[in-house]
């Protein structure tokens, strides 16, 4: 199936657009008898007939000229390059590339129904949950599956890939939700970063439904978010972009989550185990394909499989019902959707022959998310060593090394500190200053290993007793990025699998 094609307009029916927001700060004249075919920020992308958005802090000149040279009519940008096209100035070029994008594709996100996820922590699984619960709607109904934009992949029913960010630039996103229109999808389920909401990259999409599943400090660096507030304020956007809110009660500042998503026509609250929420659980049962959960939600209540070993993805899986609770999917693709369900590199469960290791390889990469999980798992497994392999990344989000190092020293019995995207930063120095805040809560029974294939290795061969290797930060990815730039590497559920099987077979 091709792309979805852009809109063919005059060039001041983009001026009205950008005019209409705000953005707008001078005109060119004549833009009624100017014809646009095509509109990016991409000048490698250019052709006859397009307009061109300049953008970004590192933008040069040199790329107007190429996207002028391959057809470009007119630009929009902040300076006026002085170029022999006509200029739409602007005031805001991240609020004009959303607009622009949006009205190049005449609005997509008004045509099938998209339901986005931000918080600090789950919004991977939670995506990955509502998709399952969709998928079978849509089986039922003889449909087409949801389409999927996360921080792991994307699949907008034309096409599917890696993703290179949590959530595309504007015109990327755009593009795929008019893809998921032509190819006829009813839903989209995506991720809002917090750095998409605080630089507009969604700022035209209708949200059918946006869900907050929790808020704790991340990504708060000179890089990424200032403040916490900054990173919280980014979030609570979401909803003045949302028909319905769907908030968790469970969460921190659920007070001031619950006053932003009144900017919403309505809210849906889900929590753990409190019947105030309008959806929740009770009676937790574990089994060997995982938690089996009996919910309420306003219009059923019935027995729900969530393959999970751990109960906060309950709760995600939660956030989940509740986002489709407020599309009005039937109860049957509810209870039975999550039954097949995997997320890569989210919770994926390993385990020897003989069960005296239960392995687990997870995306948690700050404090918040491995404690969660440490905790988690200490409860469901009271009688097993927690024994962690993880790391923290260089160049970005720093305070990781502590809050992760604080978290690895409360709950493990036995970590081993690993390299983890040290970026531009030497690994070894990282490493130190992890094993640092671990020796801050008392624990000494860590020891750094760079190499991240020989650390896993080394946590399962040094397992004594019935234990539980828990390794997290990477996930499914499979690139390290280290100073020089990306490198390839092994994701860690295959390293992990392999050692527990050499471990059985006596060759670790």
């Given at each position: 199936?091709?792309?979805?094609?852009?809109?063919?307009?005059?060039?001041?029916?983009?001026?009205?657009?950008l005019?209409?927001?705000?953005?707008?700060?001078?005109?060119?004249?004549?833009?009624?008898?100017?014809?646009?075919?095509?509109?990016?920020d991409?000048?490698?992308?250019?052709?006859p007939?397009?307009?061109?958005?300049?953008?970004?802090?590192?933008?040069?000149?040199?790329?107007?000229?190429?996207?002028?040279g391959?057809?470009?009519?007119?630009?929009?940008?902040?300076?006026?390059?002085e170029?022999?096209?006509?200029?739409?100035?602007?005031s805001?070029?991240?609020?004009?590339?959303?607009?622009?994008?949006?009205?190049?594709?005449?609005?997509?996100?008004?045509?099938?129904?998209?339901?986005?996820?931000?918080?600090?922590?789950g919004?991977?699984?939670?995506?990955?949950?509502?998709?399952?619960?969709?998928?079978?709607?849509?089986?039922?109904?003889?449909?087409r599956p949801?389409?999927?934009?996360?921080?792991?992949?994307?699949?907008?029913?034309?096409?599917?890939?890696?993703?290179?960010l949590?959530?595309?630039?504007?015109?990327?996103?755009?593009?795929?939700?008019?893809?998921?229109?032509?190819?006829?999808?009813?839903?989209?389920?995506?991720?809002?970063?917090?750095?998409?909401?605080?630089?507009?990259?969604?700022?035209?999409?209708?949200?059918?439904?946006?869900?907050?599943?929790?808020?704790?400090?991340?990504h708060?660096?000179?890089?990424?978010?200032?403040?916490?507030?900054?990173?919280?304020?980014?979030?609570?956007?979401?909803?003045?972009?949302?028909?319905?809110?769907v908030?968790?009660?469970?969460?921190?500042?659920?007070?001031?989550?619950?006053?932003?998503?009144?900017?919403?026509?309505?809210?849906?609250?889900?929590?753990?185990?409190?019947?105030?929420?309008?959806?929740?659980a009770?009676?937790l049962?574990?089994?060997?394909?995982?938690?089996?959960?009996?919910?309420?939600?306003?219009?059923?209540?019935?027995?729900?499989?969530?393959?999970?070993?751990?109960?906060?993805n309950?709760?995600?899986?939660?956030?989940?019902?509740a986002?489709?609770?407020?599309?009005?999917?039937?109860?049957?693709?509810?209870?039975?959707?999550?039954?097949?369900?995997?997320?890569?590199?989210?919770?994926?469960?390993?385990?020897?022959?003989?069960?005296?290791?239960?392995?687990?390889?997870?995306?948690?990469?700050?404090?918040?998310?491995?404690?969660?999980?440490?905790?988690?798992?200490?409860?469901?497994?009271?009688?097993?060593?927690?024994?962690?392999?993880?790391?923290?990344?260089?160049?970005?989000?720093?305070?990781?090394?502590?809050?992760?190092?604080?978290?690895?020293?409360?709950?493990?019995?036995?970590?081993?500190?690993?390299?983890?995207?040290?970026?531009?930063?030497?690994?070894?120095d990282?490493?130190?200053?992890?094993?640092?805040?671990?020796?801050?809560q008392?624990?000494?029974?860590?020891?750094?290993?760079?190499?991240?294939?020989?650390?896993?290795?080394?946590?399962?061969?040094?397992?004594?007793?019935?234990?539980?290797?828990?390794?997290?930060?990477?996930?499914?990815?499979?690139?390290?990025l280290?100073?020089?730039?990306?490198?390839?590497?092994?994701?860690?559920?295959?390293?992990?699998?392999?050692?527990?099987?050499?471990?059985?077979?006596?060759?670790?």
């Amino acid at each position: 199936m091709p792309q979805a094609a852009q809109m063919v307009y005059p060039l001041s029916h983009y001026i009205a657009t950008l005019e209409r927001v705000g953005a707008l700060a001078s005109a060119p004249q004549g833009a009624d008898e100017l014809r646009i075919a095509f509109a990016t920020d991409d000048s490698r992308a250019a052709r006859p007939d397009t307009l061109f958005v300049c953008k970004g802090a590192a933008f040069r000149r040199e790329y107007l000229l190429g996207a002028i040279g391959a057809g470009a009519v007119a630009y929009v940008s902040e300076t006026d390059y002085e170029v022999d096209v006509p200029c739409v100035l602007v005031s805001d070029i991240r609020m004009a590339l959303a607009v622009l994008a949006d009205a190049a594709y005449d609005h997509p996100s008004g045509k099938t129904k998209v339901c986005a996820f931000t918080g600090t922590k789950g919004k991977t699984t939670s995506a990955y949950y509502l998709k399952a619960v969709l998928d079978e709607h849509a089986r039922l109904a003889g449909g087409r599956p949801c389409g999927l934009f996360s921080s792991v992949e994307f699949d907008d029913g034309v096409e599917h890939g890696i993703s290179k960010l949590t959530t595309p630039e504007s015109f990327q996103l755009e593009q795929q939700l008019a893809n998921a229109v032509s190819a006829g999808l009813e839903h989209v389920v995506m991720e809002a970063s917090s750095q998409a909401l605080k630089y507009q990259r969604t700022a035209c999409v209708e949200f059918a439904v946006g869900a907050f599943t929790n808020i704790g400090e991340d990504h708060i660096s000179p890089i990424e978010h200032p403040t916490f507030e900054d990173y919280f304020a980014s979030k609570l956007k979401l909803f003045a972009q949302s028909r319905v809110a769907v908030v968790n009660l469970d969460m921190d500042h659920v007070e001031q989550v619950l006053a932003a998503a009144e900017a919403s026509e309505r809210t849906i609250t889900y929590a753990l185990d409190d019947p105030r929420a309008d959806v929740y659980a009770t009676g937790l049962t574990h089994t060997p394909r995982g938690i089996v959960a009996h919910v309420h939600t306003p219009r059923f209540e019935d027995d729900v499989l969530i393959a999970t070993p751990v109960k906060f993805n309950v709760s995600n899986a939660l956030g989940a019902i509740a986002c489709a609770e407020a599309l009005e999917i039937e109860p049957e693709a509810i209870v039975h959707g999550f039954e097949r369900l995997r997320v890569p590199g989210r919770m994926e469960l390993y385990g020897t022959t003989s069960g005296s290791i239960v392995g687990v390889v997870d995306f948690a990469h700050n404090g918040m998310s491995l404690e969660t999980m440490l905790v988690d798992l200490r409860e469901n497994y009271p009688d097993r060593e927690l024994a962690v392999v993880f790391g923290a990344t260089g160049g970005k989000g720093v305070d990781r090394r502590d809050t992760m190092g604080e978290a690895a020293g409360k709950y493990a019995d036995r970590i081993v500190i690993t390299e983890d995207d040290p970026g531009p930063e030497d690994p070894a120095d990282i490493c130190d200053a992890i094993a640092r805040a671990v020796e801050a809560q008392g624990n000494h029974n860590w020891q750094i290993v760079l190499d991240r294939p020989e650390a896993i290795r080394t946590c399962v061969r040094e397992t004594t007793r019935p234990a539980v290797v828990i390794v997290t930060g990477k996930g499914h990815e499979t690139r390290m990025l280290r100073k020089y730039g990306a490198e390839p590497c092994e994701a860690d559920g295959p390293l992990l699998e392999r050692a527990l099987a050499d471990l059985e077979a006596g060759t670790l």
